[in-house]
């Protein structure tokens, strides 16, 4: 990319400075994502899912204590702005359900509300936030996974009263398939999606279990090289040519991070900063991240690592608050990673709070004489202070008479 600015004269002693995809240097000390916080969730809670459909991250479900009447049917809406909306509520309250996306929805399957209340309900979200009720799951479930590939959403794994290897898969019409199962019962598996192909890793079924499947566009299983560990409790996200499970659990919290890439082989990158279980994942531009968690002292987690296309991991600011079974979406320029649970002092505390990332954006900060006709838009425009920030790269020009231009 030219990172060029060109001067020359204009009609009746203007000088013109264009300038041509032009990148300001940075401060090498910068951190390649920016962190803030948006507005709370409309309900403190954990165990609650995410999904991603047209201009909105959605978060949904949870329970905000163990009583029956904690489990939530709420749903959060964040659109590109990170404004906040309520959509319908779900037709059923529960916790420990799966989020995936497909064509023009954004599904939220299985559940738990307490007792015995195994939930197969699924809940579809378009791109209005209208709600639907798909046919239901093929059988009852919670703590299962969902994850996206080609035409379908699939949702693997769960249990009820016994653990399952059941695979539910929804195309884009919301029709329900049953593909062929898991290679082996598990639940607390993790989801994640690369090329062709929709995986699911990982478990536990009176075990700790590291084996891989993946489903293709047609929904052929496959197993894979298993993970380095096996273990529960890890997450899944997707950066460039890679699907990455990181941390989890198998009687000891582990760091490790396995990749998978489009050829299905894996590769080992350097360890999460922290060992923990229960993380949340998400993946913005051209990284994938994963977020808050538990451990050991001190039990709850707000740290963050992120993995770029080269695998490369890197530290962004931590969360605004230590938790763990939050849940991670994207949407526009953002990652967010809401809810979540902790405790302290003998009491339980169930958070809204939704954490945001989002790639940094160089900024040319530009100074120059008020009056100073610019173009960096549609139309030529007059400066009315003398600072005009622009997002880079550059391409415009400034005219002006007298003064100085400089970047700041």
């Known amino acids: 990319m030219a990172e060029a600015i060109i001067s020359r004269r204009g009609g009746s002693g ?32 954990g165990s609650l899912a995410g999904a991603s459909v047209g201009d909105y991250a959605l978060f949904a479900g949870g329970a905000s204590g163990t009583s029956t009447s904690s489990y939530r ?6 659109n590109a702005s990170l404004t906040r ?9 529960r916790n420990n359900l799966a989020g995936a996306s497909v064509g023009n929805y954004a ?15 699924v809940d579809a979200y378009n791109t209005s936030l209208t709600r639907s009720t798909p046919t239901a799951l093929s059988r009852a ?41 898991l290679s082996g019962i598990k639940h607390n598996l993790a989801g994640a999606s690369v090329g062709n192909y929709a995986l699911f890793a990982g478990g536990e079924a009176g075990i700790y279990l590291d084996t891989v499947n993946a489903y293709n566009t047609s929904l052929t299983r496959s197993t894979l090289t298993p993970l380095i560990l096996a273990r529960s409790d890890l997450a899944g996200a997707t950066v460039g040519n890679y699907a990455l499970f990181a941390g989890g659990y198998n009687d000891y919290n582990l760091y490790e991070v396995d990749a998978y890439d489009t050829s299905l082989t894996r590769s080992a990158p350097v360890f999460m900063f922290v060992a923990r279980r229960y993380p949340a994942g998400a993946s ?8 808050g968690g538990s451990g050991s002292s001190p039990t709850y987690k707000d740290t963050v690592d992120a993995y770029d296309t080269s695998l490369t991991r890197s530290a962004p600011a931590a969360l605004s608050r230590s938790r763990r079974d939050l849940a991670g979406a994207s949407v526009g320029n953002y990652a967010l990673f809401a ?17 945001v990332y989002a790639p940094f954006v160089p900024m040319a900060k530009l100074y120059m004489p008020i009056g100073t006709k610019y173009k960096f838009g549609a139309s030529e425009e007059t400066a009315t202070t003398t600072e005009i920030i622009v997002p880079a790269p550059v391409t415009g020009y400034i005219k002006f008479k007298n003064g100085v231009i400089r970047n700041g």
Request: aromatic share 14%; charged share 20%.
């Open 107 to 121: 599904l939220f399957a299985g559940g738990y509300s307490g007792g015995s209340n195994y939930r197969n309900t």
């Open 339 to 355: 809810g979540g649970y902790s405790s302290s002092d003998g009491y339980d505390d169930y958070w809204e709070t939704v954490d």
């Open 85 to 93: 909306s309520t959509p319908t509520a779900l037709s059923v309250a």
């Open 141 to 181: 479930r919670y703590s299962l996974a969902g994850a996206s590939v080609g035409d379908y959403a699939l949702f693997a794994g769960g249990r009820e009263s016994y653990v399952r290897n059941t695979v539910d898969a929804y195309n884009a019409s919301l029709t329900r398939s049953t593909p062929t199962v």
């Open 73 to 78: 049917n709420t749903v959060d809406a964040y």
């Open 14 to 45: 203007e000088v013109i400075v264009e300038f041509d995809n032009f990148i300001p240097s940075r401060d090498p000390l910068a951190e390649d994502l920016t962190h803030s916080t948006a507005t709370d969730l409309s309900v403190a809670r």
């Open 284 to 291: 913005i531009g051209d990284f994938a991240l994963f977020a």
